[in-house]
């Protein structure tokens, strides 16, 4: 069976449209990835445990605040690149980015250097468009995007199209550990 895991996709509305709360990985394998490096919350679990309550322990984890209340939307799954099934669950909120503070991990850095280093699961995390989602997040997770935009009677198609060679910028609404 392949290895899963469960998200939490909160969204609000805004002037522009809907927005979308996204994370990006931490450590230095992603430091300088941009366009499709982005994730929504998630992690993984194991067989025997509900979908929504690792998305909520996973959202916890990777955000630092407890998953917001409510009627969580299921998105369905998404099938990863590796594999990994993603289980997406929405909830409209207005999560506060100030309270953004990801959970620790340790590993080898450099390589076979013998130096543990700690890094944030998530260095960064942004309210973003549903169009700037679309590029940021690594392609796996889209079709949970592309679910939510259909639900909220919203269009992932661009109004021109992408310049190639420039990432869409990141609006204001971003909270960083660094």
Partial sequence: MPKQSAGILLFRRSPSGAEVLIVHPGGPFWAKKDVGAWSIPKGEFEEGEEPMAAAKREFQEEIGAP????????????????????????????????????????????????????????????????????????????????????????????????????NPPVPPAQASLF
């Fill in 67 to 166: 998953a917001p209340i409510g009627n969580y939307l299921p998105l369905g799954q998404a099938k990863q690149r590796s594999g990994k099934i993603v289980h997406g669950f929405a909830l409209e909120n207005d999560f506060n980015l100030e309270l953004f503070k990801s959970n620790m991990f340790t590993m080898e850095w450099p390589p076979k250097s013998g130096v543990q280093q700690e890094f944030p699961e998530c260095d960064r995390a942004a309210w973003v468009t549903l169009k700037v989602a679309k590029k940021k997040l690594v392609s796996g997770q889209v079709p949970l995007l592309e679910t939510l935009a259909k639900e909220l009677g919203e269009s992932l198609d661009a109004s021109e199209p992408a310049k190639k060679g420039k």
